[in-house]
């Protein structure tokens, strides 16, 4: 009778160093107990360990208890495999889980011809796609015989009934023929990703918004001209250019099916007033000569009022809807009040001078006490004499001399000699000049932590709150009077005159109490609260909300700043 093998001497026996079947169990005991760790991956490689059958298949042929680890990518054929690695992280548990399949029927036909009732299995070649079927991979599995290796036409045919049709290496094919690699994952066949494509876009010809910085020349001169503060445009003029999306190219997957990239959307484009698209709808244009702004998420052009020379007893009080530019001065006792933005040319004199925008002086404001500058924007000018300005963000001049001056940012007087005599200047975060006060004595204030702007208007909005409630009292009186009356012909007409008067004081009172409840909850940030400046004079009085200090010596290169924790002002 023959004598009986054991597993590894029959299967393998050029692989098989051991001489007895207790020994080979010994092995595969072993391979239970032990935890063998991975061993360290190179960088450019991704790896994951076999699983239970896989390995093993692998450790009988091999006749040791190694540890199989399955290079999914890298090394010298995988490096070719051009995948996210992220994809193929997950994608190499993935094949494990699919070979652990075939491992298991592997190892039982294996069985079977051990015990000589089944035919020798030979060489087995799998081809596995990954799950966005973009990756293709050759697996080969041992025969029993070393003689029994897989042919080309037995590759190529399990090439052939996998479905793989696209972008095979042939190079890998004709590795695995010639090395017969069993146990390993060789890149077959890689996909063609999408290039994808470009959504459009705007370009803007403009800038959103101008620069702060004042500009001045070697002596230390201020142009406050139009031209440095507003864009202007000319009927016609390209604001943006609308760039088309750009289509993307489909990719290949291995399988030979389409991968569309995704679809591209073409620029969302918002008109702002007095714009237009061209015809080619591939620009923006200005419907119209004007100034250029950005606002809620569009550029518009808001007209602009010219006035060639002085406002005075030729032009009357100005009132508009847009900007405005005066060419000349606006003389004594006059006003001019606009929705954009005031720029003046020549100076203001006790005059009344009002904006939503900016207001841009540029040879400065001699008020005589009686001049009123108020910007919801900034307020900049050559000089402020004897004047009272209210600003929402700046202020910026050359001096101030004996004017209240009130913004609830930053009050700068830099340019120029940024001297500050006498008067009081308000802010909500910033006062920074050059000099403040004067060898005379010029008695000066400077106060941070306060509003002025906003409680101007708070005090502006009770004004017109009381004055509506005034008019509706004498309205409703009035509407009762008619209704008593309403036999008579007129009385119905002017019933519905005074009920439509009602209403439109009504919409307004409710705009008004929105407003005020706004202002009341602005509340200043003590701790942005900073005064600068190089020189203060003595007699200036520094307050930070209730916090005082009077400046009794000159002083150089000051920073005020209020220390929340100790309540005092500090000087660094």
């Not at 009341?520 to 009085?541: G, H, M, N, Q, W």
Request: a negative charge; hydrophobic letters at 35%.
């Amino acid at each position: 009778m023959r004598k009986k093998r054991s597993f590894a001497e029959r299967f393998f026996p050029w692989k098989n160093g051991k001489n007895s079947e207790n020994a080979a169990e010994e092995q595969l005991q072993s391979i239970e107990m032990e935890e063998i760790p991975p061993p360290e991956r190179p960088k450019d490689e991704i790896k994951v360990q076999a699983g239970r059958q896989l390995t093993q298949a692998w450790q009988k042929w091999r006749g040791d208890a190694a540890t199989l680890w399955l290079t999914v990518f890298g090394g010298e054929n995988g490096c070719k495999l051009h995948l996210d690695p992220s994809t193929l992280e997950p994608e190499g548990s993935r094949l494990s889980d699919q070979l652990e399949k075939v491992a298991e029927k592997y190892l039982q036909a294996w069985e079977k011809a051990a015990k000589e009732t089944a035919a020798e299995p030979g060489a087995l070649c799998k081809v596995y796609m990954s799950a966005d079927r973009m990756a293709a991979w050759l697996f080969l599995f041992p025969p029993f015989s070393p003689q029994d290796k897989i042919s080309l036409e037995a590759l190529n045919e399990a090439v052939r009934k996998s479905g793989v049709t696209t972008g095979i290496d042939q190079a890998a094919i004709d590795y695995v023929f010639q090395n017969q690699p069993y146990f390993e994952l060789v890149p077959l066949a890689c996909g063609t990703m999408p290039v994808e494509g470009a959504d459009g876009t705007i370009r803007e010809l403009y800038p959103r918004q101008t620069e702060d910085e004042i500009k001045t020349d070697e002596s230390g001169a201020v142009d406050y001209h139009m031209k440095n503060y507003i864009q202007a445009v000319q009927k016609g003029d390209i604001i943006c250019d609308i760039l088309p999306p750009t289509e993307g190219t489909p990719g290949m997957r291995v399988d030979g099916q389409a991968v569309k990239p995704h679809p591209v959307k073409p620029a969302k484009v918002l008109l702002g007033a007095n714009t237009a698209f061209t015809d080619d709808k591939q620009h923006v244009i200005a419907k119209m000569d004007g100034h250029l702004e950005y606002s809620h998420s569009t550029f518009s052009v808001r007209s602009i009022l010219d006035v060639a020379g002085d406002v005075n007893y030729e032009t009357g009080n100005i009132e508009y809807h847009g900007d405005v530019h005066i060419h000349g001065n606006v003389c004594e006792g006059f006003s001019v009040r606009a929705a954009g933005s005031v720029i003046i040319d020549g100076a203001v004199e006790s005059a009344h001078v009002e904006a939503g925008g900016d207001v841009i002086v540029a040879g400065g404001i001699l008020g005589d006490n009686r001049a009123l500058i108020k910007s919801r924007s900034s307020v900049r000018a050559k000089y402020l004499e004897n004047c009272v300005v209210y600003a929402g963000e700046g202020v910026y001049a050359d001096c101030a001399i004996a004017s209240q001056i009130g913004c609830d940012n930053s009050i700068v007087i830099t340019t120029g000699r940024g001297t500050v005599i006498g008067g009081t200047l308000t802010a909500g975060k910033l006062v920074k000049a050059h000099i403040v006060g004067s060898k005379s004595g010029k008695k000066t204030r400077i106060i941070l932590g306060v509003l002025p702007y906003t409680e101007q208007e708070g005090a502006a909005g009770e004004a017109e709150l009381e004055e509506i409630h005034q008019e509706l009292e004498k309205l409703e009186e009035e509407i009762r009077r008619l209704e008593r009356q309403s036999g008579r012909a007129d009385a119905s007409a002017q019933l519905g005159k005074a009920n439509l008067r009602k209403s439109v004081l009504t919409m307004k009172e409710e705009r008004a109490l929105k407003s005020k409840q706004r202002l009341e909850s602005a509340k200043p940030d003590l701790k942005l609260c900073r005064f600068e400046c190089s020189v203060v004079y003595p007699i200036t009085k520094l307050t930070i909300q209730e916090y005082v200090h009077y400046f009794e010596d000159m002083k150089n290169s000051c920073i005020a700043t209020l220390d929340l924790q100790s309540g005092e002002i500090k000087f660094h």
